[in-house]
């Protein structure tokens, strides 16, 4: 009941902007997602399961990303209508005039982990991997420091890709990284590092992914924005009554093994329901750090997550 009156709320919200619903409106929707990401299990099973099609939708791959800034600036360029993301590059490309998208709904929450080499026993003086600045692994990572009485200047951050963070653990580069599922479980798998924090240790129920849409879109086609919701929750019900089937679509959309899709998605936690006020805490770090350089006037949260 709580996930139907979020989205009726949200649909309120898209008609209150000016939209007029047409039920019988037919658009082909391009849809974008980042490739081998398990936070974007909902949109592999939808694709899989054919739930787009079952709420008379028509649905086309407009893009398959490997990083969310580069799906952000598909956005921006007008070749996506909807699309699974990070809400840390969502959200800085929306308030730095990149892109104009709406979010609508959460994807999942947590996910991320603090990994170090086997033998490390504080932080201070380590050598620490980031995905990028203004990541929510950025935040993550300081709110990890906090809670051992550390701050950022006393670790040596540098910012990698996942994939070159494994490598670099192993070979003895780096001390450790934090980052998303499954780089977590495949660095302990591959007996390159331990888990020192899971990111629901630091910040219990953090935002990480989100379903958003172009802001014309949503306007121009509410209906279908209604429908699309649907489909996102009809996915995150599957994945909680069929686990084994998920982590058989998690495995054919990422090439993953059985063990570690397993693992990883254990430690995601799918949902459609936007938490409003951790948004907000995540703008509000993104302005302390002045990440936001917004190209012409300012945007406010609001329009990109809701009233409240």
Same mark, same amino acid.
């Given at each position: 009941?709580?996930?139907?009156?979020?989205?009726?709320?949200?649909?309120?919200?898209?008609? /209150? &902007? *000016?939209? %007029?619903? +047409?039920?019988?409106?037919?658009?082909?929707?391009?849809?974008?997602?980042?490739?081998? +990401?398990?936070?974007?299990?909902?949109?592999?099973?939808?694709?899989?399961?054919?739930?787009?099609?079952?709420?008379?939708?028509?649905?086309?791959? *407009? $893009?398959?990303?490997?990083? $969310?800034?580069?799906?952000?600036?598909?956005?921006?360029?007008?070749?996506?209508?909807?699309?699974?993301?990070?809400?840390?590059?969502?959200?800085?490309?929306?308030?730095?005039g990149?892109? +104009?998208?709406?979010?609508?709904?959460?994807?999942?929450?947590?996910?991320?982990?603090?990994?170090?080499?086997?033998?490390?026993?504080?932080?201070?003086?380590?050598?620490?991997?980031?995905?990028? #600045?203004? %990541?929510?692994?950025?935040?993550?990572?300081?709110?990890?420091?906090?809670?051992?009485?550390? &701050?950022?200047?006393?670790?040596?951050?540098?910012v990698?890709?996942?994939?070159?963070?494994?490598?670099?653990?192993?070979?003895?580069?780096?001390?450790?990284?934090?980052?998303?599922?499954?780089?977590?479980v495949?660095?302990?798998?591959?007996?390159a /590092?331990?888990?020192?924090l899971? &990111?629901?240790?630091?910040?219990e129920?953090?935002?990480?992914?989100?379903?958003?849409?172009?802001?014309?879109?949503?306007?121009?086609?509410?209906? &279908?924005?209604?429908?699309?919701?649907?489909?996102?929750?009809?996915?995150?019900?599957?994945?909680?009554?069929?686990?084994?089937?998920?982590?058989?679509?998690?495995?054919?959309?990422? $090439?993953?093994?059985?063990?570690?899709?397993?693992?990883?998605? /254990? #430690?995601?936690?799918?949902?459609?329901?936007?938490?409003?006020?951790?948004?907000?805490?995540?703008? +509000?770090?993104?302005?302390?750090?002045?990440?936001?350089?917004?190209? *012409?006037?300012e945007?406010?949260?609001?329009?990109?997550?809701?009233?409240?």
């Amino acid at each position: 009941m709580r996930h139907i009156l979020i989205h009726a709320i949200i649909i309120f919200w898209l008609l /209150g &902007s *000016g939209c %007029t619903v +047409d039920p019988h409106e037919r658009v082909v929707i391009r849809i974008g997602y980042l490739q081998n +990401d398990l936070h974007h299990l909902p949109a592999f099973v939808a694709l899989e399961q054919g739930l787009f099609s079952q709420e008379g939708l028509e649905v086309r791959i *407009g $893009g398959i990303f490997r990083a $969310g800034p580069e799906e952000m600036s598909a956005f921006g360029a007008g070749e996506l209508d909807v699309g699974y993301v990070g809400q840390a590059p969502a959200t800085v490309a929306f308030l730095n005039g990149v892109a +104009d998208v709406t979010f609508i709904a959460q994807v999942n929450l947590e996910g991320s982990a603090l990994v170090v080499n086997k033998a490390l026993n504080s932080l201070r003086g380590a050598s620490l991997a980031i995905p990028g #600045h203004a %990541t929510m692994q950025d935040l993550l990572l300081r709110k990890a420091l906090e809670k051992e009485g550390l &701050s950022i200047t006393d670790i040596k951050p540098l910012v990698l890709k996942p994939p070159e963070m494994l490598q670099a653990l192993e070979l003895n580069n780096i001390d450790g990284f934090i980052a998303w599922e499954p780089y977590p479980v495949q660095a302990e798998r591959r007996g390159a /590092g331990r888990i020192r924090l899971r &990111s629901c240790d630091v910040w219990e129920n953090h935002p990480c992914c989100v379903l958003i849409a172009d802001a014309a879109f949503c306007r121009q086609h509410p209906a &279908s924005i209604k429908k699309i919701l649907a489909v996102h929750q009809k996915a995150c019900d599957f994945m909680s009554s069929n686990g084994l089937q998920s982590v058989a679509i998690g495995m054919k959309y990422t $090439g993953m093994d059985q063990q570690t899709v397993a693992e990883a998605i /254990g #430690h995601i936690k799918y949902t459609p329901v936007l938490d409003r006020a951790k948004a907000i805490e995540f703008v +509000d770090f993104l302005k302390k750090l002045r990440y936001i350089k917004p190209r *012409g006037r300012e945007r406010q949260p609001e329009e990109i997550f809701g009233k409240p």
